[in-house]
């Protein structure tokens, strides 16, 4: 259905929830698995996943974080392969090729090059043992439960969803993955980054005491945009200018605030239940997303944390996340302060020749994903990040709705939502989706 179709009044009062909310339960992933205070060992990732047997990986989506994904797979390990491209655009594949032959050498065969909106299914089909989704983010819940289907161990990039309905579907292909036991690892690479899990088990074990409330930023310039040629139609331009389209993004909110949304469920070890928020628009080019929300969360407990997002040049830009507890507060990632703004502690990162600290890590996050992912197959011991993933896409949906409503919008509202975002039908040609961004407080917002 049209995002713009849809009365977004009628969306807030939709109770259908397609069963899937009486499978979950409303309060699914909202609270603790773990309330109790224990003694939390800290995890030591590896530098390097073992050696095995051939892992053959496809990528479905080829800009260029795909590209840049299935760099990370190769690094991960030795005897792993990409095998498999898959994209809408044949130049995307192209561009794709050229760089892994030049990074990595490898060179993937004509016949396991597919193009057009069903690429993922030949991607899938190929014989790989690994599905790699880096597709808009409007397109990946149906690719997710397609290699799920397939019994094929996963990484998909985040946002995995852009809507209610999708997040649902990514929720639900996780427990099928669950029970096939299957891997599946996201792209919220800070969930692996070791100065951010060092920082999170001091948090654990109460180095800031009982934490309170939280805080987050992201503010920058604008990420890009493409201008629409004349060769193109709509679903081309769309497609091209993918970033700045809500259908296909989720907005900026949930296309790269979802890391800092992320990182504040991961430490509180919950997920809000209900956010209040606003946000417009002043400088974006084209699409019809807001370039600026700020979004007030809530747990059932009533704590609380805030974010602000933007993305306008010419602006102050920084990017943080703090949490404050009842001894203390965090960066999250690598120093804890008493409230006499006394470091406490701080993660002892590598040094460089003069030996000073030079923040980098032995291995990037994006690298440690999918060493991770490789670990966990090899050894048999599967992960499954689908659920933390989807339920953080989704605090973010409910954050830009109610930014774009000017409504409340509760936990409730998204597992029972009917919203879909997108045309129904996938083709070249006319879409019926206006670049007219949402206005909150009116029946049509």
């Known amino acids: 259905m049209d995002h713009k179709s849809k009365s977004r009044r009628e969306f807030l009062g939709n109770a259908a929830g397609l069963g899937l909310l009486g499978t979950l339960g409303a309060g699914y992933l909202l609270s603790s698995c773990n309330s109790q205070r224990e003694r939390y060992r800290i995890p030591v990732p590896a530098d390097i996943a073992p050696d095995g047997p051939l892992l053959k990986a496809g990528l479905v989506g080829c800009g260029g974080r795909g590209t840049g994904a299935a760099v990370n797979f190769l690094n991960a390990g030795p005897n792993l392969q990409v095998t498999a491209l898959g994209d809408i655009f044949d130049e995307r594949i192209e561009r794709c090729r050229i760089s892994l032959k030049e990074q990595r050498g490898v060179d993937i065969p004509d016949e ?260 991770n992912l490789v670990t966990a197959i090899r050894t048999n011991n599967p992960v499954n990040e689908a659920h933390t993933m989807a339920s953080s896409s989704l605090v973010a949906i409910m954050g830009r709705e109610s930014a774009y409503t000017g409504q409340l919008v509760t936990w409730e509202d998204m597992m029972n939502s009917s919203l879909r975002l997108g045309p129904s039908e996938y083709r070249m040609g006319p879409v019926d989706i206006k670049a007219e961004p949402p206005i909150p407080g009116t029946p049509s917002a």
């Open 112 to 371: 396991n090059c597919f193009t057009g909106f069903d690429a993922y299914k030949g991607v899938i089909d190929s014989g790989v043992d690994v599905v790699i989704l880096a597709t808009p983010p409007h397109f990946r819940p149906a690719q997710f439960e397609a290699a799920v289907q397939a019994r094929k161990h996963t990484f998909i990039e985040k946002p995995c969803a852009v809507d209610p309905v999708g997040a649902r579907s990514v929720m639900a292909s996780g427990k099928m993955a669950e029970s096939a036991g299957l891997t599946v690892v996201s792209g919220t690479q800070f969930r692996h980054g070791r100065d951010f899990i060092e920082t999170f088990g001091k948090v654990k074990n109460g180095a800031i005491g009982n934490l309170i409330s939280g805080n987050a930023l992201r503010l920058g310039g604008k990420l890009w945009h493409r201008n629409r040629q004349p060769e193109w139609c709509d679903m081309e331009t769309m497609l091209h200018d993918w970033v700045n389209w809500t259908w296909l993004s989720g907005d900026h909110i949930a296309e790269q605030f979802v890391h800092q949304i992320d990182i504040l469920n991961w430490f509180f070890e919950k997920f809000p239940s209900e956010a209040i928020a606003f946000g417009g628009r002043h400088r974006r080019p084209t699409g019809d997303q807001y370039d600026f929300i700020s979004v007030d969360y809530t747990f059932d407990d009533r704590r609380k944390y805030q974010g602000m997002h933007r993305q306008i040049d010419g602006c102050h830009n920084t990017s943080q996340v703090t949490i404050f507890g009842t001894k203390g507060y965090t960066n999250c990632q690598n120093s804890i302060y008493d409230y006499d703004h006394n470091l406490i502690w701080e993660y002892q990162y590598l040094t460089d020749e003069a030996g000073q600290p030079n923040r980098r890590l032995p291995v990037t996050m994006t690298d440690q994903s999918h060493i």
